[in-house]
């Protein structure tokens, strides 16, 4: 199976992660977070890029990962307002039983921004991590309208 995560070159050559805080871990949780699709996992970027857009700086990752090892969470089961940032101490207790009762390689979770798209979120303690595979690292080439907006709006 197949996930991709947009990053700056930098760190698009592998699989590390910053143990940074994120809406489904809290902080020291070493979880990589990508998405089924690249075109959630650009607006996934984006949307966390206010002013600052995208450039061939940019690349898209592509993650081999097994089908298998992998617990999704259903909307439905989520708390109503789990899309606002209010939730994230609620999202955050919940993907970190996860990792820290390691029931998974992969926890797939809706986008906050398109609830009917998923993103895998990688437990990389997890024994199975080993068989991850980064397979390919793709160039971006940036559309400029998107530049554009994203200035427009900068803080």
């Known amino acids: 199976m197949?996930?991709?995560?947009?990053?700056?070159?930098?760190?698009?050559?592998?699989?590390?992660?910053s143990g940074f805080e994120g809406r489904w871990n809290s902080k020291g949780k070493l979880v990589l977070y990508a998405s089924e699709n690249i075109a959630t996992s650009l607006l996934e970027n984006i949307i966390y890029r206010t002013?600052?857009?995208?450039?061939?700086?940019?690349?898209?990752m592509v993650i081999y990962h097994p089908e298998e090892h992998i617990e999704q969470i259903i909307t439905s089961n989520l708390p109503k307002d789990w899309r606002s940032m209010e939730s994230y101490d609620q999202l955050q207790k919940i993907g970190?039983?996860?990792y820290d009762e390691q029931?998974?390689?992969?926890?797939?979770?809706?986008?906050?921004i398109?609830?009917?798209?998923?993103?895998?979120?990688?437990n990389?303690?997890?024994?199975?991590f080993k068989n991850v595979k980064?397979?390919?690292?793709l160039d971006y080439e940036p559309d400029e309208r998107l530049e554009k907006l994203l200035k427009k709006y900068k803080k």
């Open 103 to 112: 029931r998974s390689l992969c926890l797939k979770v809706p986008s906050s």
């Open 134 to 137: 980064l397979i390919d690292v």
């Open 96 to 98: 970190d039983s996860w």
């Open 51 to 60: 002013g600052t857009g995208f450039n061939n700086d940019y690349k898209i």
């Open 2 to 17: 197949l996930a991709f995560r947009i990053a700056h070159y930098k760190y698009a050559h592998s699989l590390s992660v």
């Open 124 to 128: 990389t303690t997890h024994p199975e």
């Open 114 to 122: 398109l609830p009917d798209n998923y993103n895998v979120i990688f």
